[in-house]
């Protein structure tokens, strides 16, 4: 794997067990998750061999992503001498989208590939014991450690749904497919991806739940695919069982919303005259205003704070004064206009429809994905649709976390999906069943 392959695993495992704390390493304005992105780009994107994916059934997608990174350093390079470095900060909504082409590159690599998908898997099985045992403690853990002079938080510190969302992850590997054979830790972790994921089920997080809906029906989906999928047909056993489950749950537990906090959605209700889905449609509806009143097109840029369009924060200043508005889509309409908008919506579209197409069908333009592939790639399917929701109600997709691993998980998904490996397989049994059935003398490989 070399150096950046292992500082590349590092940074993905450290963000996605530990959380925020690891992305403010470094030396600010440069951090980690920077220099990560600049040597995978100069040691592990095979430049001549890919050509970015311009050259297959790949280059629609490969092509917006490209539109899409220059578009945001166009309008980071106009407001650059107005902002200076906060048009670059905010500009990481843009340029982590580079590692789709790190992921592009590394999912095309055959059997290391392979390896980096054992290590990821690792990695998800990890978060869900950290994971687990921060709700478990009431989120001490994320206390621990030094704490970071110039960012003022500890280095385990970690963003609610950031964690809970690699937990359910890890969960979801643990309880719909077989990532490791020995069943003496089998069923303590599965009875650990339990306790994780009821533990999360009575946390605060909206987004995160709402989430891990979303990645359960689409894993569940893949029972009715041509040749269904193993992990599909467990995903719908247990959608189906948790109806009655619920029911009981809603029949014998006293204040089971309460204790779910179920009355936090209701706080959110876009009819409510108060709360937090009130300030934010208000938020919105300001930044999209002004978006159609100054530059439909391109938006407001980047830089600028958009704090200063929500009703209760916009006489507010602040070294990290929260700047974007809980929603990645508005982020998106307001930096990048409607330009920015049209090639988030295609990119998802073509991107993640392509995806979930060669799972769906077991093949791509070529040859035939093998069933442990395609589950694979509906296990990417359903964490790109979580990062998506999840996005959706928060400031995660603007920040590593989460923005690092959407961008890598798109590109090593859709790299997997050409199947190289599959292709010499399929290619191996056909010669070898032309052998068997032709005439010719097949010669014996005994000595």
């Known amino acids: 794997m070399g150096a950046a392959g292992w500082l590349l695993i590092a940074y993905l495992a450290a963000i996605t067990v530990i959380g925020k704390g690891p992305t403010y390493l470094g030396v600010p304005p440069v951090f980690l998750g920077e220099v990560v992105l600049l040597t995978s780009l100069a040691f592990l994107v095979d430049w001549k061999r890919d050509a970015l994916g311009l050259t297959d059934r790949l280059a629609p997608v490969s092509t917006l992503v490209i539109l899409w990174f220059s578009v945001g350093l166009a309008l980071t390079l106009a407001n650059l001498q107005q902002y200076g470095l906060e048009a670059v900060r905010d500009g990481a909504i843009w340029y982590y989208s580079a590692f789709y082409f790190v992921g592009l590159s590394v999912g095309r690599s055959g059997r290391l590939a392979d390896r980096y998908w054992r290590l990821f898997t690792y990695i998800w099985l990890a978060a869900l014991v950290w994971g687990t045992a921060e709700y478990a403690s009431g989120r001490r853990l994320s206390e621990l450690g030094p704490e970071i002079p110039w960012r003022g938080v500890p280095i385990f510190f970690n963003a609610r749904d950031e964690v809970g969302q690699n937990l359910a992850l890890g969960a979801l590997l643990v309880l719909l497919s077989s990532v490791y054979g020995s069943p003496w830790w089998r069923w303590p972790m599965r009875l650990l991806a339990i306790a994780g994921l009821a533990l999360l089920a009575a ?35 247990m959608v189906a069982a948790a109806i009655p489950v619920a029911l009981l749950c809603v029949l014998l537990v ?23 889905a009130y300030w934010r449609l208000l938020w919105w509806q300001r930044l999209a205003d002004e978006v159609f009143a100054r530059n439909p097109l391109f938006g407001l840029g980047f830089g600028e704070s958009l704090h200063y369009y929500h009703p209760a924060l916009e006489k ?26 049209f090639l988030w919506v295609a990119i ?48 995660l997709m603007e920040g590593p976390v989460l923005g690092v691993w959407f961008w890598f998980a798109l590109g090593f998904s859709l790299g997997r999906s050409n199947g190289f490996d599959d292709l010499l397989r399929s290619r191996l049994s056909t010669e070898i069943r032309k052998r068997f059935s032709s005439n010719t003398v097949v010669p014996s490989f005994s000595r």
Not at 368 to 379: D, G
């Open 203 to 237: 946390s605060e997080g909206r987004a995160v739940k709402l989430g891990l809906v979303a990645a359960f029906i689409t894993i569940a989906a893949f029972a009715a695919a041509p040749r269904s999928l193993r992990l599909g047909r467990r995903a719908l056993v």
């Open 254 to 276: 006293p204040d089971v919303a309460a204790k779910m906090q179920l009355d936090r959605f209701t706080e959110a209700a876009p009819s409510a005259a108060e709360g937090t």
């Open 316 to 341: 507010l200043n602040g070294d990290w004064m929260l700047r974007a508005p809980h929603n990645f889509n508005v982020t998106v309409l307001a930096r990048m206009g409607l330009v920015g908008s």
């Open 348 to 395: 998802l579209a073509l991107g993640i429809g392509t995806l979930v197409v060669r799972a769906w069908r077991g093949r791509n333009h070529r040859f035939h994905i093998s069933p442990q592939r395609r589950e694979e790639l509906a296990f990417w399917a359903a964490m790109l649709l979580y990062c998506f929701v999840n996005s959706s109600f928060g400031v």
